[in-house]
């Protein structure tokens, strides 16, 4: 069954039962159906951001273009997901998947999963039903049985991450095509994005950016949307801003809200005083008009026309804004009906009839006997909360997230705020006890991130310091192992922060939350925080003598340290891990620590040093069987080989890793490995064939969202451009990359894209830009101690000089940036550099005038070359095909 949201308007758009008309939108509208026909009939992704402040008609008008939409023969498939306030997790995306599988949760779990895997099954028809099963299970809070591969990369929260993103959107698209080639295009509404969590944002941004097909995506926000992410603002998305109605449709509209009123009824004078006081949004003209109402100004008669008490517009005072419209309707409310809001409005803009239950019963006398019959109490709540819905003070949902519960929602939130700042505040404390310990008895509670947070902050609300800061770092696992990172994050740092101000918990568990919040930032590229992390997780583990993790804090404090160019700082600090595994006898801590300080050995330019180490690790990864960190040992191994010249090996060991990445899943993995292999095939002279590979890992690189991964393969790309004629490309290529590495913090890939920026400027013939751009990145490859990178930079700064103005200065410029360049590399013994570099100079030296007349310049320009010349010989008896011309295109960062 596939549910519609048009079957009825929603009540919001209401006044006694009837909606006024839209007015003022038939530009937004005509824009919504260019949209429409773009994903109908052209059959390509159409993406729309409706934007405007709270009331001015953003649901409402996509409602009436959705009603247009339907009216035709096409008759789309409409599926909507909202947002509320203080959503965590995925909420919006599991109400759409409730609407498109046609789930309620008033089925059993069994016939949820067997409601979900049948369409699954014909929407896809393929294999991996159980692997899009699995993911979209867990949206549903609905589990699933693992398959090879997931259980593979289990423990990579982050790959994890991944490759659910990769089949939402591939589930989607194959949705929209399952109806046959001229099938009505598939319609997916978000509402309320602003209120989205960061993961959730995330997702929507990713699959809106990413979708290929017959869909249109509608997101509906207030501007504040439009800072938490660039996506709807991007080019890909049409951007309607709604603003509010000109004071002729604003006067339209609230007159044909006052239809009812009766013949001669001074019906201008309200027009006029609401004109006035709505400013044309469309929700507070309609405020307005409930307040004549609950003022006493309309009032309905027998006959269900409405008199008009014009005189009491001096008596009383209407609503000057917002605001006072909402002072009015909190005012127009009974005690007991306020008393009930408020203890629903601590529960928050979601909540249940059992909490208000147990919120009622929190000081209650009890009885001798708890009969089995229902209590005369719920029944007293439930006509209450009936009588407010039908006021339009609350929505009653149709599906509990709690089974047998009633599920409601504030319609407007500045009326639960108003309601919270009434509470005092230790009533509203008592108040947020009860309901923790209410929800701590609900099921699922404690495996359901939503749910823990939500459980979280009514602890902390109550005073409960420690368990609060329990809570949120359960929060934070059960987000951490759903990939949602920046969620995680959350949680993490304020269950840390609740420790700190005196909440008193395990030391384990502080220091296992110090652990996974170093991670998680880690790979959210928060590495400043992250260090200062990992530095107390040591520092606690030393007190406590725990060498394990003292061991993983040293590992994780020298990876960040490489990755920032510290080399020597990375040094120590991985010796040290290796030496507190190797007290205790840890293999796996072992051998990571070893290939780590194989990894940092091949920064550095010590080969042989990598090379052992590497080896080493990987043959105690081999001896574990630890697959995932075998291909990592042979990428790191062919990395060696391939800057020590041995091509033949290095592809041995890249196409090695390459298919143990493949079969495990690891999609991280084989973007890297496809880079590196693109790489090779740069020296070997196969620019189709590098092209490709880069092209290929890019693709991967951007769906598994690791930018720092694209960053890398962009600038390939962008220095293959450049090679192949084509430094327009090239340039866009690279400018992406700096934004990405700029935005992470990566000095190191900052340097390489301005390296390879000035490559580009130079082929584009903008030498002075060239020489710029390549001069900042030597600047920055000395701060980092990054010798291959300072080298290559240092030849390309001689060549971009040598290009420039034919001065004597210039050219001895240029000779001595190249001459610093090979020493460099003789010293770090990089055979494959140090050729490339003998190569330039010897041909810089016989473009000089000094080469025609100085016998002593020929005879050094004919050294290098013999020199270049022998060199790139050992190197075609080592790889076995090699072409040393190839040596002199550019070849990226690895």
């Known amino acids: ?15 006694f ?7 003022g939108r038939a530009s937004e509208i005509a824009e919504l159906e260019e949209a429409f026909r773009q994903a109908d009939e052209e059959r390509t992704a159409a993406c729309v951001t409706v934007v405007g402040p709270m009331g001015v008609g953003k649901s409402r008008l996509v409602y009436e273009f959705l009603l247009r939409a339907t009216a035709n023969n096409r ?6 997901g909202a947002a509320h306030d203080g959503d965590s997790g995925f909420g919006m995306f599991a109400q759409l998947l409730r609407a498109r599988f046609g789930i309620t949760e008033q089925m059993d779990l069994e016939t949820q999963k067997q409601k979900l895997h ?17 993911f979209l299970g867990r949206l549903l809070q609905l589990d699933f049985p693992r398959s090879s591969l997931i259980d593979a990369i289990s423990s990579e929260p982050e ?7 990769l089949v939402m959107k591939r589930f989607f698209e194959a949705d929209a095509l399952a109806a046959g080639p001229g099938a009505p295009c598939l319609v997916l509404v978000f509402d309320d994005v602003h209120h989205a969590s960061p993961d959730a944002l995330d997702l929507l941004s990713y699959l809106s950016e990413s979708f290929a097909g017959p869909i249109l995506v509608v997101a509906l926000g207030r501007p504040e949307l439009l800072a938490r992410a660039d996506t709807f603002s991007s080019p890909r998305f049409r951007k309607l801003d709604l603003s509010t109605l000109s004071e002729g449709d604003a006067a339209f509209l609230v007159e044909d809200l006052l239809q009812r009123c009766e013949e001669d009824a001074p019906v201008d004078e309200l027009v006029d005083a609401a004109c006035a006081l709505g400013g044309g949004n469309p929700a507070l003209l309609e405020r307005t008009v409930r307040a004549f109402f609950d003022l006493g100004v309309l009032v309905v008669k027998e006959d269900q026309r409405w008199a008009v008490h014009a005189d009491r517009l001096d008596r009383v005072r209407l609503p000057l804004t917002v605001h006072d419209a909402v002072a009015a309707r909190i005012g127009a409310l009974s005690p007991e009906e306020r008393e009930l809001l408020q203890r629903a409005a601590v529960m928050g803009g979601v909540f249940w009839l059992g909490g208000l239950v147990a919120l009622g019963r929190a000081s209650a006398p009890v009885d001798d006997i708890w009969t089995s019959r229902e209590a005369a109490d719920v029944d007293t709540i439930q006509e209450r909360l009936a009588e407010l819905v039908s006021r339009d003070y609350l929505l009653r949902l149709p599906d509990s997230t709690f089974p047998n519960d009633e599920e409601y929602v504030f319609k407007h939130n500045l009326e639960r705020e108003a309601l919270s700042r009434m509470l005092p505040s230790a009533q ?18 404690r495996s359901h991130e ?13 005073g409960l310091t420690g368990l609060a800061a329990l809570t949120y770092l359960a929060a934070g696992d059960v987000a951490r192992d759903a990939y949602a990172n920046a969620k995680a994050a959350e949680h993490y740092r304020k269950g840390l922060s609740l420790c700190s101000a005196g909440g008193d918990i395990d030391a384990e568990v502080h220091l296992n939350a110090l652990h996974h919040l170093g991670d998680v930032l880690h790979v959210l590229g928060k590495n400043e925080e992250a260090l200062a992390l990992f530095r107390e997780m040591l520092e606690r583990a030393y007190r406590l003598d725990l060498r394990g993790k003292g061991g993983a804090a040293h590992s994780r404090i020298g990876r960040l340290h490489r990755d920032s160019g510290l080399r020597e700082e990375a040094g120590r600090h991985l010796e040290a891990a290796r030496a507190l595994f190797e007290s205790i006898g840890d293999e796996r801590g072992i051998a990571s620590a070893i290939d780590d300080i194989g990894k940092l050995c091949w920064l550095r330019g010590e080969y042989q040093n990598a090379l052992e180490h590497t080896q080493r690790a990987l043959a105690m990864r081999r001896k574990i069987g630890d697959r995932r960190s075998i291909a990592l040992s042979l990428n790191n191994l062919g990395l060696a080989y391939q800057d020590s010249g041995h091509f033949k090996l290095a592809l041995e060991a890249f196409e090695q890793a390459l298919a143990i990445r493949r079969d495990i899943g690891d999609l991280v993995g084989v973007s890297t490995t496809l880079n590196n292999l693109g790489t090779i095939a740069l020296d070997q002279r196969d620019d189709a064939r590098a092209l490709g590979l880069f092209t290929d890992a890019l693709e991967v690189a951007r769906d598994t969202g690791d930018r720092a991964r694209v960053a890398v393969v962009l600038i390939n790309l962008g220095e293959t451009q450049t090679r192949l004629g084509n430094p327009t490309r090239a340039i866009g290529h690279l400018d992406e990359a700096g934004e990405i590495t700029r935005d992470l913090g990566d000095k190191l890939g900052m340097a390489e894209a301005m390296r390879g920026l000035g490559k580009a400027h130079l082929a584009a013939g903008d030498v002075a830009r060239a020489r710029d751009l390549t001069q900042q990145a030597v600047d920055t490859f000395r701060e980092t101690r990054g010798k291959v990178q300072l080298g290559a930079a240092l030849r390309d700064l001689g060549e971009v000089l040598a290009s420039g103005a034919p001065g004597t200065d210039a050219l001895l410029a240029a000779r001595g940036h190249l001459l610093q360049s090979i020493w460099i590399f003789e010293e770090i013994g990089n055979d494959v550099e140090l050729a490339r570099s003998c190569r330039v100079y010897a041909d810089l030296l016989q473009k000089t005038q000094d080469y025609q007349t100085d016998p002593a310049t020929r005879q050094e320009a004919d050294e290098f070359r013999k020199r270049s010349e022998e060199i790139f010989a050992k190197l075609r008896i080592s790889s076995l095909g090699f072409d040393a011309d190839a040596f002199f295109a550019v070849r990226g960062a690895t």
């Open 450 to 462: 939503e749910y823990l947070s939500m459980l979280a902050r009514h602890r902390e609300a109550a």
């Open 428 to 445: 509203a404390r008592k108040a947020h006890h009860a309901v923790a310990d209410w929800l701590s008895f609900r099921d699922n509670v």
């Open 75 to 80: 008759q789309p498939r409409i599926y909507r």
């Open 159 to 165: 790959e994890l991450r991944h490759l659910s993103r």
């Open 1 to 15: 069954m596939e549910s519609s949201p048009l079957s009825t308007a929603p009540s919001s758009f209401t006044l």
């Open 118 to 134: 049948a369409l699954v099954c014909a929407t896809l028809d393929d294999r991996k039903v159980g692997d899009v099963c699995f």
């Open 17 to 23: 039962g009837r909606r006024g008309p839209l007015v």
